[in-house]
């Protein structure tokens, strides 16, 4: 099977995604709103998690599209571990909207950030998964031969961008802050210039 | 008519009703929720529909990936089978939601299994409408053509895969969570890599 | 400028737009649903609406594709004439959650059957008037040049096509169940073998 | 990397986001609505700011299409920059929603215009920064080579375009509805035939 219509579905699905996360932000109602500006920048962690969600899912459509790219064909298991990770971009719209109500609540706020940083860690686990099937498993399917010490940096480099998600998820029963701050500064991070050679696609 | 267009537009409508689903997995609201864990919990059936639902569209889109990929060109009757198609997928979302609200409710629980189970029914029905179409009817429009035996072969087969959403429909009176757990074991064994060689285009 | 991502963003809008109307489809409350098949069955106005709908966007998607079908390139009128349908077909979720709502009020109904109407000619315009722009205007932009007789011939068929919303505009004062019939009975004829010669490509 | 995928992903995200606006345009409730024809009346800022960031959106499709159509192919800086102008393009609904609700509440009505310009003049400014990167930063990755003072008289055109929603942020503390009206007279003025060489492709 081509990779032409995976690519097309996949940039759908991540397209409406990305976009359907601006829900979250609701208007406060005028009729119990004396305050607007007050009532604004009170939901301040709407805003900071819509943003943080949507240049992380931003970024994973792009090394998406780098993995992807390698590919000439692909095989049930492709699709299967594609839809997978469909599934985990799929519900970060509801982790950012969960983590954006709780995180100044005083209760559940803990559990809120560890869902979302549970979420952002299953969707870097089935992006290695997929990451590591295209590059070994299924490596004759690639468009263009690899040498495997080429292959192996480029999946080890992959790898390491869920550590950050890892160590967010594991200091939400500290801090939620936290959690939302390092996923900020990996979306920061990799929006940088110098990011670009730590994308699946660098080398 | 070419099929590139027609497969976008599919594409298009199948990517939006997939992620459209996760609208369906509310926030608690966080002024009503002492314990969100429990909350959270206590919405465990929004979470398995979800997953469901997700796989399932994913490997209607799957089939219907490969099902049009054997087509030179569309007339009207595919291009009205398709948007038959897809109307019946366009409304699994509303499906969803309603066995997830009801599921543990003890009252409507088994009329919304039923309709969960009678859309799926609805969108295999007209899955295999528009394969008998391409396959037999139109078979003149494929773009390489196939041996009778083997286009008889293919449409059996994707046939064959009505069938537990009827047996999932027809349990809803005696248990809604068999509907569902059926639909979800259909979902699992296709994402399986046994179930490649099972798929509309396996062979 | 090339019509490519024309008809790519055009799909996107329309595909959305079909899609989301699934959300008009609301589940009843559980809490104050002592007879789910009962409250179901008092919403058959949302379903009867949406089906008309849905079909009634798949039909002008098919239009639409063979309409742009005919071009080469599209210049800065062909993309604005393109922009007016897309806002026209953007607002049907709302005209057919209006109508769905206050089919059965007594009140409101007739002024929402002919606002629905009143969108539904509003998009026939502006398809006409993309249309014409494409076959007299800008005929030197098409593909394959056509005799002037038959460019005719295309653009009153389609013009044609008109009639039915004027109508079943004009009847919402008197029937608002007329104005969905008549809308109803249009899908039903386009989706039928024999309206294959009468949509925009047919000649 | 090529630029198809890109352009396939942006055009996703603006579909959404152009259509997804629908949605503010809700219905109002039967049960409290004695008269529908007014209380429909009551809401026309909504069909007013819809129309107005309907066709504002369509026309940043439009350049975006324009400007992305001169690249070969794109780097990382600018997949960022365009990442950054979705963003922008993302929160429209928002701010759409926001001034449609306030704008005759006789209190957060500057506010709200203030937000609705301050997010045009934000696209605007992603808009230029990524014409910028194309035009000069990265002129080597265009398709075909432009003199520089070509792309100089490009780029200031289209610099141009930020100046009218400056001025109508700026007049959100005195007036809302000069917002509105400014951003509509610049949706129209692009949307006339005179204007199709001002926009970012026009030379």
Request: hydrophobic share 55%.
């Given at each position: 099977m081509?990779?032409?219509?995976?690519?097309s579905?996949s940039?759908?699905?991540?397209?409406?995604?990305?976009t359907l996360?601006v829900?979250n932000?609701?208007v406060?109602n005028?009729?119990?709103?004396?305050?607007?500006?007050?009532?604004?920048?009170?939901?301040?962690?709407?805003?900071?998690?819509?943003?943080?969600?949507?240049?992380?899912?931003?970024?994973?459509?792009?090394?998406?599209?780098v993995?992807?790219?390698?590919?000439?064909?692909?095989?049930?298991?492709?699709?299967?571990?594609?839809?997978?990770?469909?599934?985990?971009?799929?519900?970060?719209?509801?982790g950012?909207?969960?983590?954006?109500?709780y995180?100044?609540?005083?209760?559940?706020d803990n559990?809120a950030?560890?869902?979302?940083?549970?979420?952002?860690?299953?969707m870097s686990?089935?992006?290695?998964?997929?990451?590591?099937?295209?590059?070994?498993?299924?490596a004759?399917l690639?468009?263009?031969?690899?040498?495997?010490?080429?292959?192996?940096?480029?999946?080890?480099?992959?790898?390491?961008?869920?550590?950050?998600?890892?160590?967010?998820t594991?200091?939400?029963?500290v801090?939620?802050?936290?959690?939302?701050a390092?996923a900020?500064?990996?979306?920061?991070?990799?929006?940088?210039?110098?990011?670009?050679s730590?994308?699946?696609?660098?080398?």
């Open positions: 081509s990779t032409g219509r995976l690519e579905f940039d759908g699905v991540i397209a409406v995604a990305i996360m829900l932000i609701t406060p005028p009729a119990k709103t004396p305050n607007l500006a007050h009532a604004l920048g009170e939901q301040w962690p709407i805003y900071a998690a819509y943003v943080t969600s949507f240049i992380t899912i931003g970024i994973i459509w792009i090394n998406h599209h993995m992807l790219g390698r590919l000439g064909s692909a095989d049930h298991s492709i699709l299967m571990l594609n839809l997978l990770l469909l599934l985990t971009i799929g519900v970060i719209p509801f950012t909207a969960l983590l954006a109500s995180l100044k609540q005083g209760h559940g559990l950030a560890a869902i979302y940083g549970g979420i952002l860690v299953a686990l089935a992006f290695s998964a997929l990451n590591h099937r295209i590059l070994f498993a299924r004759n690639m468009k263009v031969p690899l040498s495997l010490e080429r292959r192996r940096r480029i999946y080890s480099r992959a790898l390491t961008g869920i550590v950050p998600y890892v160590v967010a594991a200091l939400a029963p801090s939620p802050y936290a959690t939302l390092i900020a500064a990996v979306a920061v991070f990799y929006a940088l210039p110098i990011a670009s730590f994308e699946a696609g660098g080398d």
